[in-house]
């Protein structure tokens, strides 16, 4: 594999860092407040479970987290502790192990129906079983893996960071990427050339993995700003950053149907009129416009006015146009549908803004 194929994964990798950052900044402070707290105040000697229910808990991603950290504090604590008592009463070895895992996950099913929790309290005793060193030092590891999950919940709840902002980010990439993709089908219509289409097309498909992005940003934006008291005036930015999703997603797939088209075109030399080609070229330019807006943070309805422009040039028929070049006429005037909905309109509303279709 060449280096010029490793930089597109290399670039996608250092913004999952950048994304990241501060979640594993956060894991790093709990490991050391856990394993201080473990082994300064409580002196347990060598409190390794502190540290690792930590980790466990805060995780990577800021959903349902508060909800996380107590089902693993709540798993590890039962996995830790029946391991600790039959230990320090029948000793480890494999059969204890199988009567440890049994119980502590039997217990686990009455007290919650949540898996994590369920299958955190069967792995960490059979961490007691296997690591156990010495029989005198049991209860402390329950109460080091009691602290980890405090000091992990104490985090996941004072300082959760918002990843408001991501979200919009997020949107502002996949709108970019629409652009992008839209300009890419303009070059290969004016070009007649069918692997510039086909490598248009593969972009617009590649997109799911962006709208994946778009979504997680979305739904972490919302379960943030639910779980921390310090965000909640956060909450109708939250939401609205999320109602995105739906349109962003309806919009990938209408470019999906256009680059197809465009391929279909070329390959068939159907006509595609001249004034068809310069609208997605237009359509590319106000989706740069919206990416731009929603990158300043500014009101996302100071895009609409180009999108209406776009709008008005898509009502206009060429009749010269054949079934392909309709087709991406039609994609277009829905395209701005969708972007205008991310510009702040609800459905019916942007709608009305896209006119019927005449003859000039």
Same mark, same amino acid.
């Given at each position: ?8 994964d ?6 999952r ?41 805060l ?36 059969w204890?192990m ?50 980890g ?34 300009? *890419?089908?303009? %070059? /290969? ?5 069918? +692997? @510039?289409?086909?490598? $248009?097309?593969?972009? &617009? #498909? ?9 979504r ?78 929603? *990158?300043?943070? %500014? /009101? ?5 006015? +180009? @999108?209406?422009?776009? $709008?008005?040039?898509? &009502? #206009? ?38 006119p ?5």
């Open positions: 594999m060449t280096l010029g194929a490793l930089r597109p290399l670039a996608r990798g250092i913004q860092l950048r994304q990241r950052w501060v979640l594993i900044v956060q894991i790093g402070v709990a490991v050391l407040v856990s394993w201080t707290v473990a082994g300064r105040v409580l002196g347990h000697e060598n409190p390794f479970f502190a540290p690792v229910t930590a980790i466990i808990c995780g990577l991603t800021y959903g349902q987290r508060l909800r996380r950290i107590a089902e693993v504090t709540i798993g590890v604590a039962i996995g830790v502790l029946v391991g600790d008592l039959v230990v320090l009463v029948l000793g480890n070895g494999a204890q199988a009567l440890v895992v049994v119980v502590a996950m039997s217990i686990a099913v009455v007290l919650s129906s949540g898996q994590l929790l369920v299958i955190q309290s069967g792995v960490q005793s059979v961490f007691i079983v296997a690591l156990v060193a010495d029989q005198g030092v049991a209860v402390s590891r329950w109460l080091d893996a009691v602290v999950g405090l000091v992990a919940l104490v985090i996941g709840a004072v300082a959760p960071t918002s990843p408001l902002r991501r979200s919009r980010v997020e949107a502002a990439r996949t709108v970019r990427e629409v652009s992008s993709t839209l300009r *890419d089908v303009v %070059a /290969a219509l004016r070009r007649r050339d069918r +692997v @510039l289409a086909e490598a $248009a097309l593969d972009q &617009a #498909r590649a997109m799911e993995g962006q709208l994946v992005e778009l997680t940003a979305a739904s972490e934006g919302v379960a943030v700003v639910r779980q921390s008291p310090l965000l909640r005036s956060h909450a109708p930015a939250a939401r609205a950053s999320s109602e995105l999703v739906v349109p962003l997603d309806r919009c990938a797939r209408n470019l999906r149907v256009l680059a197809r088209r465009a391929s279909v075109a070329i390959t068939r030399q159907e006509v595609v009129p001249d004034r068809y080609v310069d609208l997605v070229a237009a359509l590319a330019d106000a989706g740069d416009d919206l990416a731009r807006v929603l *990158d300043e943070h %500014a /009101a996302p309805l100071a895009a609409r006015g +180009v @999108l209406e422009r776009v $709008a008005g040039l898509s &009502a #206009r028929v060429d009749p010269s146009a054949g079934l392909s070049a309709e087709m991406i006429r039609g994609q277009v005037r829905s395209m701005v549908v969708d972007l205008l909905v991310v510009a702040g309109l609800d459905d019916d509303d942007a709608l009305l803004l896209v019927e279709s005449h003859l000039p």
